[in-house]
């Protein structure tokens, strides 16, 4: 993964093309010789020896990004099967491509792109009744295992002040985790790391994991909700999508999922053997998804109720927002 940004690229240029052509703009000219740069933590950026000025312009490049995220997400999607196509490949596109540039906020906003693309391909299944699915999931999104996902948390570390202040890449290195899933990994590091004063979990049982809106962190580095969020693309793609078009196919009746979203007898009758199908590890041990109602509910909410399922409309420092940018390692 590149710690600096690629040499050529052209901040003004990417800056002009997300404000006259926004996202559809911007990838236009990252599909010509336009380099998406790295943007990392202000921690990193210090470290890795990246100039002030620079970093905060990178900084407010990408939350220009989120910006248009938030707007297409709160815009009506196109009511027909190609231009939902279009729109899916061009959110995975420019997922893959923030994701592959590599640092912090570029990985906010990839997973952003990947799980709204996700939600699109929902549209996509209730708009053929189950027959179509949507683009494939970019494979920069399909972590199998919790050892890959070991392998990404040691990569952001570094993003984090706090962490590698108090030793976490050496104590991972000493006692690496064995489990099997994400959140029973983090109890096994909550055993093994020692906390310095001040930075003991807020809960003690997983330190390393807290929930939040992803769109929330980006200038926060919280690693937990980044982890939490990790798998988030390849659940709404391939395991709720593929679950609510099975059930869709098989002449499963919608009006049922969205009135009577927790009668299993009438969804296993549809399913059949496929109920257990799809599943959300490595972040979870065996946990299957058996109703795809969540996703039928919210591809019928509005667009402003939808986009406040991935974007906050309070800021960080909000005490009624739902994240606070705290980082993984809660103080009590």
Not at 130 to 153: I, N
Not at 244 to 251: E, R, T
Not at 311 to 324: Q, R
Request: hydrophobic letters at 35%.
């Amino acid at each position: 993964m590149p710690l600096f940004a690629q040499e050529g690229d052209n901040l003004s240029l990417l800056k002009n093309s997300l404000n006259h052509g926004g996202l559809t703009g911007l990838q236009a000219d990252l599909a010509g010789k336009t380099a998406w740069p790295t943007i990392m933590s202000d921690f990193r950026a210090r470290r890795e020896g990246v100039d002030e000025t620079r970093q905060r312009d990178l900084v407010a490049l990408a939350e220009q990004v989120m910006q248009q995220l938030r707007v297409n997400a709160s815009a009506p999607p196109p009511d027909d099967e190609d231009g939902l196509n279009k729109e899916i490949t061009l959110l995975y596109s420019l997922g893959e491509r923030f994701w592959k540039s590599g640092g912090y906020r570029n990985y906010v906003l990839a997973l952003v792109c990947g799980e709204l693309a996700g939600y699109r391909c929902g549209k996509i299944v209730l708009l053929t009744n189950g027959k179509h699915t949507g683009p494939r999931l970019p494979e920069v999104f399909d972590y199998k295992t919790s050892q890959q996902m070991l392998e990404f948390f040691r990569s952001v570390i570094p993003e984090s002040e706090e962490l590698m202040k108090m030793g976490l890449l050496e104590q991972l290195a000493a006692h690496p985790p064995q489990e099997k899933s994400w959140i029973l990994m983090t109890r096994e590091m909550a055993k093994n790391v020692k906390f310095t004063p001040g930075t003991e979990g807020h809960n003690t049982s997983t330190p390393f994991f807290s929930m939040g809106r992803l769109s929330n962190t980006l200038n926060s580095v919280d690693l937990g909700t980044l982890m939490t969020n990790l798998c988030r693309p390849k659940i709404v793609r391939n395991s709720m999508v593929e679950a609510l078009a099975w059930y869709l196919a098989q002449g499963g009746d919608i009006r049922v999922l969205l009135t009577e979203p927790t009668n299993a007898t009438k969804y296993r009758a549809v399913m059949k053997e496929a109920t257990f199908r799809f599943r959300a590890t490595p972040l979870y041990p065996e946990t299957s998804f058996e109703s795809p109602a969540w996703l039928a509910e919210k591809m019928k909410e509005p667009p402003a109720e939808f986009a406040k399922s991935l974007f906050s409309t309070k800021p960080v420092n909000d005490p009624e927002a739902d994240n606070h940018g705290l980082s993984p390692l809660r103080p009590k």
